[in-house]
Each structure stands twice: as structure tokens, then as C-alpha cells.
């Protein structure tokens, strides 16, 4: 059983700054890669930032330059630094985790429970 949680969402005022944490837990191998995906109302889902096990990363061109993401590997942690924040940043942010477990050679997905994210005056 994999687990992932998601803390660190909140209302922020444009300009503002937050930090998302996503914990993971249970049953993992290794992880591949871990991301942070967004879902805004009446829009898709998309990828916000990613970060492989050999620490590259991978942005959204909307974000670039105002989001950093990172890996405490001892922890299995992915941070989401999101500064200079707008208002179409307002969204749902979700933690995902591509890994594989103890008990299947193949890769494996999981998503956390989301959290949200409200930039606002």
C-alpha cells in the first residue's frame, strides 16, 4: 500500500508565496520520478513540475522561473517552492509518484488526495 500526502496549500494574496510537501509512504522499491499536477475549474489536469530520481527537472512554461521543485530522497518528500504567485495559479494541486513497489516489476502510478491552492486579493 502506497500513500501520499499532500500539505501546504492555502489562500495567498498575488505575489505571495507558498511551499506544497508531498510525503510518500508504503510499499516502494524505488521511485522513478515524482510530479506536481494542477487542475483548475472547467480545465484538464496538467503537469506543473516533475523531478526524476537523478534529481532533473521539468516545468510547466507558465511556471518557469517562479516554481522550484525538489526531493529529499532520504524522506521520499517532493517540495513544490511556489513564488511570485498569480491568480491563474489558483488550483487543486496533486502529488504523483511513478515508482515500483516490493511486489511488481513493473512501474506503478499513484496520485495523492490533492490539495488547494487560492491566489487571491
Known amino acids: 500500500q502506497v500513500r501520499l500526502v499532500e500539505s501546504g496549500g492555502g489562500l495567498v494574496q498575488p505575489g505571495g508565496s507558498l511551499r506544497l510537501s508531498c510525503a510518500a509512504s508504503?510499499?516502494?522499491?524505488?521511485?522513478?520520478?515524482m510530479g506536481w499536477y494542477r487542475q483548475a475549474p472547467g480545465k484538464q489536469r496538467e503537469l506543473v513540475a516533475a523531478i526524476t530520481r537523478g534529481g532533473a527537472t521539468n516545468y510547466a512554461d507558465s511556471v518557469k522561473g517562479r516554481f522550484t521543485v525538489s526531493r529529499d530522497n532520504a524522506e521520499n518528500t517532493m517540495y513544490l517552492q511556489m513564488n511570485s504567485l498569480k491568480p491563474e495559479d489558483t488550483a487543486d494541486y496533486y502529488c504523483h509518484l511513478n515508482y515500483y513497489s516490493d511486489f511488481d516489476a513493473d512501474a506503478l502510478d499513484a496520485w495523492g488526495q490533492g490539495t488547494l491552492v487560492t491566489v487571491s486579493s
Open positions: 508504503g510499499s516502494i522499491f524505488s521511485i522513478n520520478a
